[in-house]
């Protein structure tokens, strides 16, 4: 069979190299002149390449069934030694994100050119398809040279092309209109992992500082989701993987009634509470803070539950007022910020318009839908990455077991 695989990112290269197995010939194309622009970029060019926590519930997609099935057929540790069979040893930190043994996601990027090389795959680079059609018994992408324009015809088409996050590393989404005069569902691309702007009143004064909170997305009364883990508090807002997490859960709701409620003694659990009741009597509000965050956090935390600068009484009213004042403060959000500053997009085509064990697509067989094409989002951590891999294998494995059975 001759495969054209579209984007040669973590989902194509991964799809390539699957596919490429005797009596299938694979085309990957990317308008870059390198492969894995924006593999070289992840984990602070460490390449954070999995998670330890790694399944299905990590997940927001429009069906958790499918996100179940789809790691029932490829699951978490067969990645892994799939790695190791690339040449790509891995580790993983305490807090369970995978890295490379080498640190280093221009190595990553390295090895697995060599190896697309090794299987034969022909690599078709600063060539953009600009369409993509339905021809007889398969496909016909087209490219801008040439009048008319120049095709070329292939029996299967795994797209793989991503979303619009990084922009300048060439993700724009130009292949989406495509999908829709295919037959596809396109869900409106959103900026996703990215920093959330608010509205941040009083606690501009904590800008600069970083903290471990409880993050919840409201519109109106509705909680639209949650996460927990670090922030920062910026000149426009607060980033972090703490908001990163739920920043798309903003961006597909309108900006008006929206905002986000931080915790910040979820980090603490119930020791923050009970320790604030236990030493009554024994230190002042100021020395009981400065137990859990830095004497500025401190002191502007007194004063935000309305304590001002004179000497507070440490009493269980007192104990109590400031513990609650920590829960739950709510923040305004004035919207997401852009593309350019988001490490993923959320929206594309709905998980349920692809099979979940092979991504070929339910509506226009022959074409497969990897990576960032689906709309599927998961939290910091290499959780995006491993969801590319493993979808562009699924793909290419498929399409390998199809040339077996010719």
Not at 62 to 77: K, L, M, N, T
Not at 127 to 136: C, F, G, P
Not at 204 to 215: C, E, I, N, P, Y
Not at 318 to 342: C, K, M, N, W, Y
């Amino acid at each position: 069979m001759e495969i054209a695989v579209i984007g040669a990112g973590a989902s194509g290269i991964f799809a390539a190299l699957a596919a490429a197995r005797p009596g299938n010939r694979v085309t990957l194309y990317d308008h870059n002149a390198e492969i894995g622009k924006k593999l070289l970029v992840t984990g602070s060019s460490r390449c954070n390449i999995s998670n330890a926590l790694v399944g299905a519930e990590s997940y927001t997609c429009a069906d958790e069934g499918w996100i179940r099935v789809f790691f029932q057929a490829y699951p978490p540790e067969r990645l892994r030694n799939l790695l190791n069979t690339l040449g790509i040893p891995i580790y993983n930190t305490a807090d369970g994100w995978y890295y490379p043994l080498s640190n280093s996601a221009q190595s990553v990027v390295e090895i697995l050119k060599a190896d697309l090389h090794a299987v034969g795959v022909e690599l078709a680079l600063s060539t953009q398809v600009v369409d993509l059609r339905r021809a007889e018994g398969g496909f016909a992408l087209r490219f801008p040279s040439g009048e008319p324009a120049r095709e070329r015809f292939f029996d299967k088409v795994v797209l793989a092309a991503g979303g619009k996050a990084y922009p300048a590393l060439g993700s724009r989404g130009e292949l989406f209109p495509c999908l829709s005069r295919l037959g596809h569902s396109v869900v409106p691309l959103v900026p996703a992992l990215g920093p959330l702007s608010l509205s941040l009143g009083k606690f501009q004064a904590l800008q600069g500082l970083r903290f471990d909170v409880g993050t919840a997305v409201y519109a109106g009364s509705q909680r639209l989701g949650s996460s927990f883990g670090n922030v920062i508090f910026t000149a426009k807002g607060l980033n972090g993987p703490g908001v990163m997490n739920i920043s798309h859960l903003a961006a597909r709701q309108g900006a008006e009634n929206l905002r986000l409620e931080l915790d910040f003694s979820e980090a603490f659990g119930s020791a923050f509470s009970e320790s604030a009741l236990k030493h009554i009597g024994s230190t002042d509000p100021q020395n009981f803070l400065n137990r859990f965050f830095s004497p500025k956090a401190s002191r502007f935390f007194l004063e935000y539950a309305g304590y001002g600068k004179e000497k507070a009484q440490w009493d269980k009213s007192a104990a109590q007022r400031l513990t609650a004042a920590l829960r739950h403060v709510s923040l305004p959000i004035l919207g997401t910020r852009s593309f350019d500053e988001s490490q993923l997009s959320a929206g594309g085509v709905p998980v349920s318009e692809v099979r979940p064990d092979t991504c070929e697509s339910t509506r226009v067989p022959g074409l497969y839908l990897v990576g960032e094409t689906l709309d599927v989002v998961g939290p910091c951590g290499g959780y995006n990455l491993h969801f590319a891999f493993t979808s562009g294998t699924l793909a290419g494995s498929h399409l390998a077991e199809l040339a077996g059975g010719l």
